[in-house]
């Protein structure tokens, strides 16, 4: 799946494992990831921590944990393909938004979310 080719980029979706979670807010991470790789013909490689897509230079990445405790699994891959904090791309729910509203940010707080936290506190940024 994942060849010795170096993804430039990894786009993290973060949810929560489980039925129960499935079509909820707190999901959408999961969904927009689900979407890309359907959009892009792609299939999700199961592995221990994660699954995982590939399309060209960019690794789509769904931690298989919940997604307070993801930061270890997105820190390890961005270790294994040297992928830097500007080239990752974190995709969650944000309460303080509407619903089906977007906002990008290239750094800040994690608002609260716990998820972000505990990315933010792995790699030691805020980036």
């Not at 995709?91 to 608002?111: H, I, M, Q, T």
């Given at each position: 799946m994942?060849?010795?080719?170096?993804?430039?980029?990894l786009?993290?979706?973060?949810?929560?494992p489980?039925s129960?979670?499935?079509?909820t807010?707190?999901?959408?991470?999961y969904?927009?990831?689900?979407f890309?790789?359907?959009?892009?013909?792609?299939?999700?490689?199961?592995?221990r921590?994660?699954?995982?897509?590939?399309?060209?230079e960019?690794l789509l990445?769904?931690?298989?944990k919940?997604?307070?405790?993801?930061?270890?699994?997105?820190a390890?891959?961005?270790?294994?393909?040297?992928?830097l904090?500007?080239?990752?791309?974190?995709?969650?729910d944000d309460?303080?938004?509407?619903f089906?509203?977007?906002?990008?940010?290239?750094?800040g707080?994690?608002?609260g979310?716990n998820?972000l936290?505990?990315?933010q506190?792995?790699l030691e940024?805020?980036?």
């Amino acid at each position: 799946m994942l060849s010795d080719k170096k993804p430039a980029y990894l786009i993290a979706g973060l949810g929560n494992p489980g039925s129960s979670y499935t079509y909820t807010r707190h999901n959408i991470g999961y969904l927009a990831l689900q979407f890309l790789a359907k959009k892009w013909a792609l299939s999700f490689t199961k592995k221990r921590t994660a699954q995982v897509a590939l399309k060209e230079e960019t690794l789509l990445l769904k931690p298989a944990k919940y997604m307070n405790l993801s930061g270890n699994v997105i820190a390890d891959y961005m270790r294994r393909y040297q992928i830097l904090p500007e080239q990752l791309l974190v995709v969650v729910d944000d309460v303080y938004l509407p619903f089906g509203a977007l906002r990008l940010r290239s750094k800040g707080s994690s608002g609260g979310h716990n998820g972000l936290k505990n990315i933010q506190e792995r790699l030691e940024t805020n980036h």
